[in-house]
């Protein structure tokens, strides 16, 4: 049995090598693969850009709660969206999407849960409600 030769690299490098090998497939009977693929590496490229290091911005003016408050703020945004998105997942199904797109209205479940932790717990309660009916 072959070894796994993706197992060690970092998402940066996961992320580029689904790109390209999802750009040769889309030209070939598999594309279906291609498109997932593509799919796959938007989830590591959202991955990449929440845990980026902002040590960079202390080199300049920045001061460490500036720089560090906003990757905390968008460490955060991430989890809040992974817990909302598998949550709905697991309770919905294929039916997840559509009830977490944000839609026009002040309220919306997405907007509910991405607002705050409380909105996130409020949100998971809702769920659990659908998943007992």
Known sequence: MATNPYNQRSRADLFKAAQNR???LLASPHSDT???LLSLAMELHDAKMATRSPRGELKGSGTVLEAYGRRLETLQHQA???VLRDAADAVL???ARAWLSPG???GSP???GMASDAGLLE???ELEALRRQ
């Open 22 to 24: 999802a750009g040769k």
């Open 34 to 36: 291609g498109h997932l």
């Open 80 to 82: 809040r969206y992974e």
């Open 93 to 95: 199904g294929r039916r």
């Open 104 to 106: 026009y209205y002040e």
């Open 110 to 112: 997405y907007q509910r």
């Open 123 to 125: 949100i998971l309660g």
